[in-house]
């Protein structure tokens, strides 16, 4: 046997999955978002011009595909996150509708360290709106994703964490603040190698480090956002009180920096204890100048979240039954008696299927074995057909709940069943 590649899952029942995408689907477009779908391979530049040379996912967890092209195509890879691609297909079609509110999803790719609700391949829908940097337009975002995880999937053991990381100015004036923090003795001395390490590369990146000395030291670490700039502190102030005003509970983490380097001013998680070590379900925050990096208009301010599948419906499982999960069609099973009645089978099947009546036929077996497996599968009625059915033109119906059975005419099949 040949076993899935590690880090990938199997989705041998789709319920949660599907039920999750229908529902985002429907509040997407409530909220005037429309589907994009992007591809699966981009090239590895868009995702290093885009996350960052130094973060994580570029340095270490890039699927990279090396190109059969002789003559040097783009060094191409498996996506590893659904904003870059957004962005590049905005650019790349000279999108005019500003703003862009648009949303897609399907399958990323990590070279991750799997776990529970940490895949090496994994699902994200993502939603961006690109075009737009008014406080408001993040209150009414972060509104959307919060009333979707709390009233359309009824979660409720999570937080909204979020944090504001200022403008380009205020983040760069930052970077020197945090170094000189870091650079005391007391503090290189201490910390761990791969802090010493993010000092050098990703500064900010030290917040996210677990490692509880560190942690304790970074308490008294200065914090991106009690260093704004005026314009940047007074949307940092209108974002909490319009959020407040729209009965959004938060919580302010000033330590949280997203691991994606195109992020500036607003950003935001939402977390579940539920969820063990992998406890971030959504993330997001704004991007003002990612459209200009990857060689678009220059004012272009936009934000944007993505949430991991596999993640939710970890969250979702528990809640299973209280649901509004769409039942399956009422199932209908065809069982001819011998081989000589397949083809009448086969007939009355297609007739009903063009009806859109769900019927199945149980081709093999002993009558009592074929009765059972139509039990099992929840058929309501069964439809049997022997050697007198089929000269005569019937079918013998029988009623699974009560038991009751029926010589009809085959061809009244249709209006019994659809009554
Ligand atoms: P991210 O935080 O890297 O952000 O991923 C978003 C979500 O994807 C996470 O909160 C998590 O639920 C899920 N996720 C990430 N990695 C894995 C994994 N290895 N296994 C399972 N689930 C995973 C982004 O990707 C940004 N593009 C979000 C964004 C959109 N920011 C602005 N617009």
Not at 250 to 261: A, F, I, K, Q, S
Not at 284 to 292: I, P
Not at 349 to 366: K, M, P, R, V
Request: proline share 3%; aromatic share 10%.
């Amino acid at each position: 046997m040949i076993p899935r590649v590690k880090g990938t899952q199997d989705f041998i029942d789709c319920t949660l999955f599907n039920f999750i995408i229908d529902a985002i689907k429907k509040q997407c477009s409530t909220y005037h978002f429309t589907e994009i779908q992007t591809p699966i391979l981009e090239s590895v530049d868009l995702f290093c011009r885009s996350l960052g040379l130094y973060t994580d996912v570029v340095s270490k967890e890039m699927f990279i595909i090396e190109s059969r092209q002789e003559g040097g195509e783009d060094r191409i890879c498996l996506r590893p996150e659904g904003t870059a691609p957004t962005v590049r297909a905005f650019n790349e079609h000279h999108i005019q509708t500003i703003p862009w509110k648009v949303f897609s999803y399907g399958p990323m790719f990590r070279y991750e360290r799997p776990q529970k609700g940490r895949f090496r391949q994994f699902h994200q829908v993502t939603m961006e709106i690109i075009g737009s940097g008014v406080v408001g337009e993040d209150v009414q975002f972060i509104t959307m994703l919060n009333n979707f995880f709390s009233k359309k999937l009824m979660v409720h053991n999570y937080e909204l964490i979020i944090n504001f990381l200022g403008c380009a100015d205020d983040r760069n004036a930052y970077l020197g603040i945090l170094k000189k923090f870091m650079d005391q003795d007391d503090i290189t001395h201490t910390i761990c190698a791969q802090c010493l390490e993010r000092k050098e590369r990703n500064i900010m990146r030290i917040f996210d480090c677990k490692n509880s000395q560190c942690q304790e030291l970074y308490r008294n670490a200065p914090y991106i956002a009690d260093n704004l700039c005026q314009n940047c502190s007074t949307e940092w102030n209108t974002l909490q009180q319009q959020l407040t005003a729209t009965s959004v509970s938060y919580v302010y983490r000033p330590t949280l920096v997203r691991g994606l380097d195109y992020y500036n001013k607003t950003v935001f998680e939402f977390v579940s204890k539920n969820l063990g070590a992998q406890d971030t379900f959504c993330g997001g925050g704004r991007y003002n100048q990612l459209v200009e990096q990857l060689g678009g208009n220059k004012d272009m301010p936009a934000i944007g979240a993505a949430f991991g599948i596999e993640r939710l419906i970890l969250l979702l499982e528990p809640l299973r039954e209280q649901l509004a999960i769409a039942h399956p069609p009422t199932l209908h099973m065809i069982i001819p008696m011998t081989q000589a009645q397949h083809t009448t089978a086969l007939l009355l099947a297609d007739t009903l299927h063009a009806h859109d009546i769900c019927t199945d036929i149980l081709f093999e077996g002993s009558m009592k074995s074929m009765m059972r497996k139509a039990s099992k599968a929840g058929a309501a009625y069964v439809l049997i057909i022997g050697e007198t059915e089929q000269q005569t033109g019937t079918v013998m119906i029988k009623n699974m709940t009560t038991g009751v059975e029926q010589s009809v005419a085959q061809i009244d099949i249709v209006d019994i069943l659809k009554k």
